[in-house]
């Protein structure tokens, strides 16, 4: 004989008001969290494309300290015209295996070159440029010809296979924003870099120090 109680409270199954409470639960968490989560992911992103442009910054160093305290000209510039783009000259300094990028290397292929917070659209393979105001002349920059080392711009982050970056309010506009707070992160002359958030335009002293 079963001597249980089926209205004991160890038999009593769930209401269903008590199930929709705990749904109710559930999708709140979701609301508070799934946002918090995203919000990290895109942080840490942000952080690793800091990571990527300090090490660029490395290079571009080592680089100028064996060339005569210069930085390399992007293909397009100089006299005559160079035949590679920068980031080749880099790949020496940055323990790079010499076939590691080609002519417009695959997507994730490049390693530092891409910002982690990059969209693959299949035919970019780089996300950093030049500032295309310092590097604009026949001469390569010299590091000591720019006095405010630690406030002007030397990489900026672009959304195209070209050598330079410019602002976005200027003829050849190409930066982007794609991190948290509508910011971009930027390479400075000294090696260090920084996330700024707003249109910077061409205007600003940090990209043409000399005025």
Same mark, same amino acid.
């Given at each position: ?39 990290a992911i ?17 290079? @571009? ?9 210069? /930085? $390399?000209?992007? +293909? !397009? =510039?100089? %006299? ?72 002007t711009f030397? @990489? ?9 970056? /410019? $602002?976005?309010? +200027? !003829? =050849?506009? %190409? ?37």
């Amino acid at each position: 004989m079963n001597d249980s109680n089926p209205y004991s409270p160890t038999n009593r199954g769930f209401t269903l008001i008590e199930l929709c409470v705990v749904m109710v639960i559930i999708m709140v968490l979701c609301l508070v969290i799934i946002p918090s989560v995203y919000s990290a992911i895109k942080t840490a992103r942000s952080s690793m494309c800091l990571s990527n442009l300090r090490q660029i910054g490395v290079g @571009l160093i080592a680089y100028a300290n064996e060339h005569d305290q210069c /930085f $390399p000209m992007p +293909s !397009s =510039y100089g %006299n005559p015209p160079k035949q590679t783009a920068w980031i080749w000259d880099l790949i020496a300094y940055l323990n790079m295996p010499v076939n590691s990028m080609g002519y417009a290397p695959l997507p994730r292929s490049a390693g530092i070159f891409i910002c982690p917070g990059y969209k693959s659209r299949g035919d970019r393979a780089v996300c950093y440029g030049l500032n295309g105001y310092i590097t604009d002349s026949n001469w390569n920059m010299k590091i000591l010809a720019v006095p405010s080392q630690s406030d002007t711009f030397l @990489l900026g982050e672009i959304d195209q296979n070209t050598e330079c970056a /410019f $602002p976005s309010n +200027s !003829s =050849y506009a %190409n930066t982007v924003r794609r991190h948290p707070h509508n910011s971009a992160n930027f390479l400075f002359v000294d090696g260090h870099a920084e996330n700024i958030s707003g249109g910077i335009p061409y205007t600003d002293r940090r990209w043409r120090w000399w005025q």
